[in-house]
């Protein structure tokens, strides 16, 4: 009994996996990239590899919030008339102490003179010469923003796994944290087989298609925030797609695209196996993209995926990008699924989890799938915004039925 055990576990690998399933196996295996510092611009769209602490007290000194004048309030009694006798622009860095009987004209950012516990602002007062008549009473707010109000020295400002936008690089600069620390990009190397494939702007002769899988998964990869490197085409020879898969695992993804099939000349999968990958899984209970497998070489996620451009990219999205968001640091590695009301009848063949390219807009709240790709038949061209995703139980899919899609674009037409 005992000796049967690790067979079966071989076996299991070598059996088709759910979506779930699969994504949870590769997730466990592989982590974040290492932590590299780059300029703060650079960080924009990265992930916070450490926490970051304010290095000082922000505002740095009791500052004034309002243009006006420096006043103890004690001195300020209804119609008070006060001397002007000082002038503190901001910038000033040591601001002479208020004189008694005095009012210090002062501008917004400027510390605050010692002495001094309120600013009333120009439109509440009347000047005259050299002197200030205040209003009666000095009443409300003292417009001073105190030293360390905003952020207080040593405070974490923000977390290890954050994602870093425009209000995050605002708040760094603030810190004046000049050098980040993010988490690297990972190398993903992009390896397309066949011998039907000719390189981008060349005219395909019959029989021959563009390596176009190449560019989508490369686009693929730079929008979700890792580097591509497209390596030579591995034409259909042995020798080739070994020299060619030996040097993609030295990146820190690996993707290849189409002989997966089993066909006269699919020869990825023998030529990953003797280079030594583990394979993870098989098959994944999807369609398309049913005959994508993962294995892994050390660190290095392997990911074989079929030819038919849809099918890639929709293997791409469903199991690829949620490892590059993990090894970039990031907290949440998929995309948002909502429940969608079909405008358009769908199909699934009973088995898989049916994935549908649509394009849909949200309509008085609720999302909308207005028109979908076909697998069989004429497509006129659309761009899809959204996956539909067809439970592998059902076959039929009437308008005015909800299914779940998952979100690919951040923003999706509004309608009223
Ligand atoms: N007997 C069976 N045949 C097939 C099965 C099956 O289960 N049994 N599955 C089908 C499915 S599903 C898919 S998907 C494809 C996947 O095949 P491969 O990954 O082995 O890829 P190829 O056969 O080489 O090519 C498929 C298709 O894609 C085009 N292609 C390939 N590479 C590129 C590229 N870099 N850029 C653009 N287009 C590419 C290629 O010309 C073919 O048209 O297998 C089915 N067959
Ligand atoms: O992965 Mo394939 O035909 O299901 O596209």
């Given at each position: 009994?005992?000796?049967?055990?690790?067979?079966?576990?071989?076996?299991?690998?070598?059996?088709?996996?759910?979506?779930?399933?699969?994504?949870?196996?590769?997730?466990?295996?592989?982590?974040t990239t290492?932590c590299e510092r780059v300029p703060l611009l650079d960080a924009l769209g990265r992930t916070l590899a450490e926490d970051l602490a304010a290095p000082y007290d922000l505002p740095g000194c009791d500052t004034s919030a309002m243009?006006?004048?420096?006043?103890?309030?004690?001195?300020?009694?209804?119609?008070?008339?006060?001397?002007?006798?000082?002038?503190?622009?901001a910038g000033?860095?040591?601001?002479?102490?208020?004189?008694?009987?005095?009012?210090?004209?002062?501008?917004t950012g400027?510390?605050?003179?010692?002495?001094?516990?309120?600013?009333?602002?120009?439109?509440?007062?009347?000047?005259?010469?050299?002197?200030?008549?205040?209003?009666?009473?000095?009443?409300?707010?003292?417009h001073i923003r105190l030293r360390g109000a905003e952020i207080a020295s040593g405070a974490t400002i923000l977390r290890r796994g954050t994602e870093i936008g425009v209000h995050q690089v605002s708040l760094l600069a603030s810190c004046s944290h000049a050098v980040v620390p993010v988490y690297r990009r990972?190398?993903?190397?992009?390896?397309?087989?066949?011998?039907?494939?000719?390189?981008?702007?060349?005219?395909?002769?019959?029989?021959?298609?563009?390596?176009?899988?190449?560019?989508?998964?490369?686009?693929?990869?730079k929008e979700a925030g890792a580097l591509?490197?497209?390596?030579?085409?591995?034409?259909?020879?042995?020798?080739?797609?070994?020299?060619?898969?030996?040097?993609?695992?030295?990146?820190?993804?690996?993707?290849?695209?189409?002989?997966?099939?089993?066909?006269?000349?699919?020869?990825?999968?023998?030529?990953?196996?003797?280079?030594?990958?583990?394979?993870?899984?098989?098959?994944?209970?999807?369609?398309?993209?049913?005959?994508?497998?993962?294995?892994?070489?050390?660190?290095?996620?392997?990911?074989?995926?079929?030819?038919?451009?849809?099918?890639?990219?929709?293997?791409?999205?469903?199991?690829?990008r949620p490892?590059l968001l993990k090894m970039l640091g990031r907290q949440t590695f998929f995309r948002r699924?909502i429940?969608?009301?079909?405008?358009?009848?769908?199909?699934?063949?009973?088995?898989?989890?049916?994935?549908?390219?649509?394009?849909?807009?949200f309509?008085?709240?609720?999302?909308?799938?207005?028109?979908?790709?076909?697998?069989?038949?004429?497509?006129?061209?659309?761009?899809?915004?959204?996956?539909?995703?067809?439970?592998?139980?059902?076959?039929?899919?009437?308008?005015?039925?909800?299914?779940?899609?998952?979100l690919l674009a951040p923003s999706l037409?509004m309608?009223?």
């Open positions: 009994m005992l000796a049967i055990l690790p067979l079966l576990n071989k076996d299991l690998k070598l059996t088709m996996a759910t979506l779930e399933e699969a994504t949870t196996i590769i997730l466990d295996r592989i982590g290492g243009d006006g004048f420096a006043v103890r309030s004690a001195e300020a009694s209804p119609g008070v008339r006060l001397a002007v006798r000082a002038f503190i622009p000033t860095t040591a601001p002479a102490p208020l004189e008694p009987n005095s009012a210090a004209r002062i501008m400027a510390p605050i003179p010692p002495g001094a516990d309120t600013v009333v602002p120009f439109e509440e007062v009347r000047e005259e010469a050299d002197t200030v008549i205040l209003p009666s009473p000095v009443t409300g707010e003292s990972p190398r993903v190397a992009i390896l397309c087989t066949g011998d039907e494939l000719v390189e981008l702007g060349t005219a395909p002769g019959a029989g021959q298609v563009v390596n176009s899988n190449a560019f989508a998964l490369a686009a693929a990869v591509p490197e497209i390596l030579d085409i591995a034409r259909d020879s042995r020798e080739k797609h070994l020299a060619l898969l030996a040097q993609g695992l030295k990146a820190d993804v690996l993707i290849t695209s189409a002989g997966v099939c089993g066909g006269d000349r699919d020869l990825v999968r023998g030529a990953l196996s003797e280079l030594g990958v583990e394979p993870l899984f098989w098959k994944v209970a999807i369609r398309p993209g049913g005959p994508s497998a993962c294995g892994v070489k050390g660190n290095t996620p392997v990911f074989s995926l079929p030819g038919t451009p849809s099918a890639t990219l929709i293997g791409f999205e469903l199991l690829v490892v699924r429940a969608a009301t079909l405008e358009v009848p769908l199909r699934n063949r009973p088995g898989a989890l049916g994935v549908v390219a649509v394009q849909a807009r309509s008085a709240g609720k999302l909308i799938i207005e028109k979908a790709r076909s697998r069989s038949g004429r497509n006129e061209p659309f761009t899809p915004n959204a996956l539909a995703l067809l439970p592998k139980e059902r076959s039929d899919f009437a308008p005015g039925d909800q299914v779940e899609a998952l037409a309608e009223e």
